[in-house]
């Protein structure tokens, strides 16, 4: 990267628009958060240099930052919103039959496509999260003192199959499986509404596991799978005793106290690569 990039940085919700803000200032970089109105974000993004944007308003703003950033990231979740509730200025207006075409198509893989083909007609440069904070990803030494065993094993293959089958539809990138029984696989609500609408199917016997990975063919600049401690307090909440991830792809929040927290109540963490 040149030395001389300045950065957007395109923010929804959960933590890690805030970490990589952080880092960013640590590492003297200029840039700008434009944060999504419509996302739950982290109130900590206050003491950066912010202006807060709506959907329907953020080509302007991204048309008058363009002089003076050049690169841009996309960090934290937002609920994917319907046509009538971008309400576009004139500038976002003019995308709207191409989306209108998006929306109809479905997928997030998409959507998120389509956004950065945008982004980069607009001249910039869309980064990834790895560029700019990689020990996210150094997870070698990441391991849980629990362990899946032979079933558990199973059911990761399994997971790992059925996931891969489906990314040639764009539909999620988790799925619950027990005992070799799928529980559910992610749609449009995401991961955490997941693990709470399949609770009431946990069995006894073996308990299931939450298999999270990264889609075929997916963009790695944008929307890869996160973990946090939310999502390990839910499958806890669950019965859902470990969780199987993307390895090298997937962004761990706050890694060191999800091994503290998943070794206190006995869950694994597992990373694999996807088929």
Same mark, same amino acid.
């Given at each position: 990267?040149?030395?001389?990039?300045?950065?957007?940085?395109?923010?929804? =919700?959960?933590?890690?628009?805030?970490?990589?803000?952080?880092?960013?200032?640590?590492?003297?970089?200029?840039?700008?958060?434009?944060?999504?109105?419509?996302?739950?974000?982290?109130?900590?993004?206050?003491?950066?240099?912010?202006?807060?944007?709506?959907? =329907?308003?953020?080509?302007?703003?991204?048309?008058?930052?363009?002089?003076?950033?050049?690169?841009?990231?996309?960090?934290?979740?937002?609920?994917?919103?319907?046509?009538?509730?971008?309400?576009?200025?004139?500038?976002?207006?003019?995308?709207?039959?191409?989306?209108?075409?998006?929306?109809?198509?479905?997928?997030?893989?998409?959507?998120?496509?389509?956004?950065?083909?945008?982004?980069?007609?607009?001249?910039?440069?869309?980064?990834?999260?790895?560029?700019?904070?990689?020990?996210?990803?150094?997870?070698?030494?990441?391991?849980?003192?629990?362990?899946?065993?032979?079933?558990?094993?199973?059911?990761?293959?399994?997971?790992?199959?059925?996931?891969?089958?489906?990314?040639?539809?764009?539909?999620?990138?988790?799925?619950?499986?027990?005992? =070799?029984?799928?529980?559910?696989?992610?749609?449009?609500?995401?991961?955490?509404?997941?693990?709470?609408?399949?609770?009431?199917?946990?069995?006894?016997?073996?308990?299931?596991?939450?298999?999270?990975?990264?889609?075929?063919?997916?963009?790695?600049?944008?929307?890869?799978?996160?973990?946090?401690?939310?999502?390990?307090?839910?499958?806890?909440?669950?019965?859902?005793?470990?969780?199987?991830?993307?390895?090298?792809?997937?962004?761990?929040?706050?890694?060191?106290?999800?091994?503290?927290?998943?070794?206190?109540?006995?869950?694994?963490?597992?990373?694999?690569?996807?088929?």
């Amino acid at each position: 990267m040149k030395a001389n990039t300045a950065f957007i940085l395109i923010c929804g =919700g959960g933590k890690l628009p805030y970490l990589i803000a952080k880092k960013m200032e640590i590492s003297r970089k200029k840039f700008i958060l434009l944060i999504l109105k419509e996302s739950q974000w982290d109130k900590r993004l206050k003491n950066f240099n912010v202006r807060i944007v709506r959907l =329907g308003n953020i080509i302007t703003e991204l048309k008058n930052l363009r002089k003076e950033y050049d690169n841009i990231i996309l960090a934290g979740s937002l609920t994917r919103p319907s046509i009538k509730d971008i309400k576009p200025d004139f500038n976002t207006l003019k995308l709207i039959p191409k989306l209108t075409k998006i929306f109809l198509q479905g997928g997030d893989n998409r959507l998120l496509s389509f956004l950065v083909n945008e982004l980069e007609r607009m001249k910039f440069r869309v980064s990834g999260i790895k560029s700019i904070i990689p020990n996210l990803f150094e997870l070698k030494d990441i391991k849980t003192i629990q362990q899946p065993n032979q079933i558990d094993l199973r059911n990761i293959k399994k997971g790992n199959k059925i996931l891969n089958i489906l990314s040639s539809f764009d539909i999620g990138q988790s799925i619950i499986i027990q005992q =070799g029984n799928v529980l559910g696989i992610e749609a449009a609500e995401g991961t955490d509404v997941l693990i709470r609408r399949t609770k009431k199917l946990v069995k006894n016997g073996d308990k299931p596991i939450l298999i999270k990975l990264l889609k075929r063919n997916q963009d790695c600049r944008v929307d890869l799978p996160t973990l946090g401690i939310k999502t390990v307090e839910l499958c806890n909440k669950s019965n859902i005793k470990g969780i199987a991830y993307s390895y090298n792809d997937t962004v761990l929040i706050e890694k060191e106290k999800i091994i503290e927290r998943m070794n206190k109540l006995k869950m694994f963490l597992f990373g694999i690569r996807s088929v």
